[in-house]
């Protein structure tokens, strides 16, 4: 819909997938103050600025969606509301790149800023802990509550954008490789080479 913040794209055989827009703008990346216990790659907090708006997928990729996407399903857990699982960065470049080729679309996973400027809520950002409450059994499927395994997505609250699971259930993949911060304010990075 025009001007809506949220859209829903059809895939196949009934199954869509849930985009959340997510506006540009300037964030600290890192183990900011709010942060308990940080890890030391998550150091040194440095200022991030994206120049663009772009989607994020509301929930995780449903194992329904990766099977009528790929046609096969590597999940441990099984349930088409469950998160897929089981699958390396590879398989992902497959999935987008067949997901591009049914919806006609151009579908790629989110660079480590971008899903980290998202999972913190962009601008709507109130500066929590985990990505929508400084609580963690409000937002995410974790050691504690998840009884060792998945859960269905969106089960939890959303985020300040509406976004589900971007603490806890599963972990995501990004586009971009792992490499170590620096300090510098940084524009639309997009990790190591």
């Not at 997928?57 to 099984?78: C, D, I, R």
């Not at 469950?82 to 790149?97: I, M």
Request: charged share 20%; net charge negative; with cysteine.
């Amino acid at each position: 819909t025009s001007g809506s913040n949220e859209i829903s794209i059809p895939v196949k055989n009934g199954i869509t997938i849930d985009m959340v827009k997510v506006e540009a703008g300037t964030f600290k990346m890192g183990a900011t103050s709010e942060m308990e216990n940080p890890y030391s790659w998550e150091e040194p907090v440095h200022q991030v600025t994206l120049t663009n708006d772009y989607y994020m997928g509301k929930y995780e990729v449903t194992q329904a969606l990766w099977q009528s996407v790929m046609g096969s399903n590597p999940s441990s857990f099984n349930g088409d509301d469950l998160p897929v699982e089981k699958v390396s960065w590879d398989d992902c470049q497959e999935f987008v790149s067949k997901l591009n080729g049914l919806t006609g679309k151009k579908f790629r996973l989110p660079t480590e800023a971008e899903w980290e400027y998202a999972a913190r809520g962009d601008k709507k950002s109130c500066g929590y802990q985990y990505s929508g409450s400084s609580n963690v059994s409000d937002v995410a499927w974790c050691v504690g509550n998840s009884g060792n395994k998945t859960h269905p997505v969106g089960t939890k609250q959303a985020n300040e954008l509406g976004l589900y699971d971007m603490s806890g259930n599963v972990l995501e993949w990004c586009q971009d490789r792992y490499g170590s911060y620096i300090s510098s304010s940084q524009t639309n990075p997009i990790g190591a080479v």
